[in-house]
C-alpha cells in the first residue's frame, strides 16, 4: 500500500473502487477517474478483493508513480466487505469525502465536479449524492435507478430530487456521515448492502439524486437481477438477497414488513408462471427469508 497521496487528505475525495477480477474494466475505470476536471481534489483507493487474473500487476505501474493507493484484502469479501473496507480505510486517512463505485463505473469528466457543486449549493448538510448512472449505450441503467421511497422509483431522470434508496454505482458521502451512520455491513457479502446503508442514512438526513453527475455502468447487461429469470448457474446468489432484504426492510418496522411481504407473494407468482425449476428457486428465496429472521449484523463503527 502506498499512502503518500493521502498526506493533505483533510479536504479531498476519495474514490474508493472495489475490484475484482476485471482488470481491463478496472484499468478503464481509472483513467476516468484521472481524467476528471478537478483531479486535483481527488486520490483513488483501488480496493482488491484477492483478484487472481493479473489485476495487481496490471496496475503495479500506476501503484508505483503514487497514481492510485492499493489495497489487497487477501480474500474476496464481495462488494459489501470490500466497500466496508475501503470506507473505513478512506477515514482512517483523513478524507473529507468518500465517491464509492464499483470497477465498471466509468465516470464522465464532470460526474465528480457536479458532485462537489451540489456539495457546495447544499453546505454539507446532506446524507449522500447519487449520480445519473446510464448503461454503457447511453440508456439509464436499469439495475441503478434511485428510489424516492419504498413504493416509487425515480422516473424523471433530468431533475434534481429527494431520494431514499441509491446503488453503489457513484455514490458521494462526507465522511462526518459515514462516522454518525457506520459502514455498510461486510456480513452482506453481496447485493442489498447499497439499498440497506443509503436508507439508514436517509432516515438521518436529506439525500439528494444529482443529474448532472453523470456516470457509465458497464454491467454485463441492462437488466437487474431477478431470481424468476436467471440463469440456472446463478440462482444460489440470491440466498444473499432475500436473506438481506430481511434486514433492509426492518429499517422501517411495519411498513417495511408490509412491503416485503407483497414482494415476496410477486416473486411466488411470477416463479409459478415463468419460472423453471420452480421447486429449487423458492427452496432457495423461502430458505434465505427464514435465515433473514435470525439475521441482525452488528454495525461498524469508525473509532476516532
Known amino acids: 500500500m502506498n499512502t503518500a497521496l493521502s498526506l493533505n487528505a483533510s479536504n479531498k475525495v476519495a474514490a474508493i473502487v472495489v475490484t475484482y477480477n476485471r482488470k481491463k474494466l478496472l484499468l478503464k475505470n481509472i483513467k476516468a477517474l484521472r481524467a476528471q476536471t478537478c483531479k486535483n481534489k481527488l486520490d483513488i483507493l483501488i480496493v482488491d478483493n484477492a483478484s487472481t487474473d493479473g489485476t495487481y500487476e496490471l496496475i503495479k505501474a500506476l501503484i508505483?508513480?503514487?497514481?492510485?493507493?492499493?489495497?489487497?484484502?487477501?480474500?474476496?469479501?464481495?462488494?459489501?466487505?470490500?466497500?466496508?473496507?475501503g470506507m473505513r480505510k478512506a477515514a482512517e486517512l483523513g478524507y473529507k469525502y468518500m465517491w464509492i463505485m464499483d470497477d465498471d463505473t466509468i465516470p464522465t469528466v464532470t460526474a465528480l465536479e457536479n458532485l462537489l457543486i451540489e456539495d457546495k449549493k447544499l453546505k454539507g448538510n446532506y446524507g449522500f449524492l447519487s449520480s445519473r448512472v446510464l448503461w454503457k449505450d447511453g440508456n439509464i441503467c436499469k439495475m441503478n435507478v434511485q428510489k424516492i421511497n419504498k413504493w416509487k422509483r425515480l422516473t424523471n431522470f433530468k431533475s434534481e430530487v429527494n431520494v431514499q434508496y441509491a446503488s453503489f454505482v457513484s455514490l458521494f458521502i462526507p465522511t462526518k456521515v459515514v462516522k454518525k451512520v457506520g459502514l455498510p455491513y461486510k456480513e452482506f457479502f453481496i447485493w442489498s448492502d447499497d439499498w440497506e446503508y443509503t436508507r439508514r442514512i436517509s432516515q438521518k438526513y436529506i439525500c439528494k439524486y444529482v443529474p448532472n453527475s453523470v456516470v457509465n455502468h458497464w454491467s454485463g447487461s441492462n437488466v437487474g437481477a431477478d431470481i424468476v429469470?436467471?440463469?440456472?448457474?446463478?440462482?444460489?446468489?440470491?440466498?444473499?438477497?432475500?436473506?438481506?432484504?430481511?434486514?433492509?426492510?426492518?429499517?422501517?418496522?411495519?411498513?417495511g414488513k408490509m412491503y416485503l411481504n407483497l414482494r415476496i407473494i410477486k416473486y411466488?407468482?411470477?416463479?409459478?408462471?415463468?419460472?423453471?425449476?420452480?421447486?429449487?428457486?423458492l427452496h432457495i428465496m423461502f430458505s434465505a427469508l427464514k435465515k433473514g429472521k435470525s439475521f441482525y449484523p452488528q454495525i461498524d463503527y469508525i473509532r476516532e
Open 64 to 85: 508505483d508513480d503514487e497514481e492510485i493507493i492499493y489495497f489487497n484484502t487477501h480474500k474476496n469479501l464481495g462488494g459489501a466487505g470490500g466497500f466496508n473496507f
Open 229 to 255: 429469470d436467471a440463469p440456472q448457474d446463478r440462482i444460489n446468489r440470491f440466498k444473499y438477497l432475500f436473506r438481506n432484504d430481511v434486514v433492509l426492510y426492518r429499517l422501517d418496522g411495519f411498513e
Open 268 to 281: 411466488v407468482v411470477k416463479i409459478l408462471v415463468k419460472g423453471k425449476n420452480k421447486k429449487q428457486r
